[in-house]
């Protein structure tokens, strides 16, 4: 039973498209994460959801738009894809608290926009 | 904000050597910091955590040690072996609610 799961695993497209991502934990966590990791294999977080609710927006152009319509999932969607959108997309949940435990990373979804 | 940072970059070592990685973080009210070990191609994930009221921890060959005055953490592997090799990140939060992770190592065990 996976407690965080994405698809698609991998993605190829084209420039100027438009994909979605989806992730799912049954973890019963309140916060999930999406992050970026590119080739120098830096994780960048992109938007942080406690409780469907949006609590970070790092600098993340437009184009990319998170949606979560309950608090097992969280979903991105990326418009108009660029050459630099290339990256792994990973997905994340975490249970913040007084006993805080680590986050549980997806699968990554290997994004490649040719 | 909170600032991860982690040292060295890249790590080889001989199997069997020990291997240390470095992080400071700047906001005294992190409390939290979990180490992830990420191998090629798969998902980060927990190999030992620590939180602020605990010096150290240790788990079989890997221990972490948190100095809160000086705000760094250390992550130790005795007896590395080859399958040690991965990049390995730690990571800061405050009672779990964002983490700010460091750039990783990449560790490199040579048989």
């Known amino acids: 039973d996976t407690a965080v799961s994405q698809t698609p695993k991998y993605l190829v497209t084209q420039m100027g498209n438009d994909k979605s991502i989806k992730c799912e934990q049954n973890?019963?966590?309140?916060?999930m994460y999406w992050y970026k990791q590119d080739s120098k294999k830096f994780l960048k977080i992109m938007f942080s959801?406690?409780?469907?609710?949006?609590?970070i927006n790092e600098t993340v152009p437009n184009r990319f738009s998170p949606k979560s319509p309950d608090k097992a999932h969280l979903n991105l969607h990326i418009n108009s894809l660029e050459l630099g959108d290339s990256a792994v997309y990973f997905c994340?949940?975490?249970?913040?608290?007084?006993?805080?435990?680590?986050?549980?990373f997806g699968p990554g979804t290997r994004l490649l926009v040719l | 904000g909170e600032n991860v940072e982690q040292h060295p970059s890249t790590l080889s070592v001989q199997e069997g050597d020990s291997a240390v990685i470095k992080c400071t973080y700047s906001?005294?009210?992190?409390?939290?910091f979990p180490w992830y070990k990420q191998e090629l191609g798969k998902r980060p994930q927990l190999i030992i955590d620590?939180?602020?009221?605990?010096g150290e921890k240790k788990d079989q060959r890997i221990a972490v040690t948190l100095n809160k005055t000086a705000k760094h953490f250390s992550l130790h592997i005795t007896e590395t072996q080859p399958e040690d090799s991965a990049v390995y990140f730690c990571?800061?939060?405050?009672?779990?609610?964002?983490?700010?992770f460091g750039t990783g190592t990449s560790l490199t065990v040579i048989p």
């Open positions: 990571a800061a939060s405050i009672m779990g609610n964002q983490f700010y």
């Open positions: 620590i939180r602020s009221n605990v």
């Open positions: 973890l019963g966590h309140d916060t």
């Open positions: 994340a949940s975490s249970q913040p608290g007084l006993r805080a435990e680590t986050q549980y």
């Open positions: 959801y406690n409780n469907k609710e949006l609590i």
């Open positions: 906001d005294s009210a992190s409390n939290y």
